[in-house]
Nanobody, 125 residues
Framework: QVQLVESGGGLVQAGDSLRLSCAAS????????MGWFRQAPGKGREFVAS????????YYGNSVKGRFTISRDNYKNTIYLQMNSLKPEDTAVYYC??????????????????WGQGTQVTVSS
């Protein structure tokens, strides 16, 4: 069982930066695929970024490429999402996700079997 706890959300202005954190339990954290997804009101869950450290792969959604960066600290069992140049359309609940099954679906929410509770990010114009 893996537990995920996100933190770092808040209210910022357009153009600001914010860093989200996700602390994970589990003894094999370095082998997990880890991802960030987001869900805006009235919309489906959108892929943001993912990382599989063991093979050095990182993926980003088209809407955040060049602005967001995913990173991880395997000693702290934590992943991060650095969000720069935030836009009002980035407003959403951001979810951390983990996969310990080796699904290889890094950009699809079905590829993850553990989810955090979410953290709200609101970007004002």
């Amino acid at each position: 069982q893996v537990q995920l706890v996100e933190s770092g959300g808040g209210l910022v202005q357009a153009g600001d930066s914010l860093r989200l954190s996700c602390a994970a339990s589990g003894r094999s954290f370095s082998s997990y695929a880890m991802g960030w997804f987001r869900q805006a009101p009235g919309k489906g869950r959108e892929f943001v970024a993912s990382n599989l450290w063991s093979v050095g792969r990182t993926y980003y959604g088209n809407s955040v490429k060049g602005r967001f960066t995913i990173s991880r600290d395997n000693y702290k069992n934590t992943i991060y999402l650095q969000m720069n140049s935030l836009k009002p359309e980035d407003t959403a609940v951001y979810y951390c996700a983990a996969d310990d099954r080796g699904s290889y679906q890094y950009t699809n929410e079905n590829g993850y079997n553990y989810w955090g509770q979410g953290t709200q990010v609101t970007v004002s114009s």
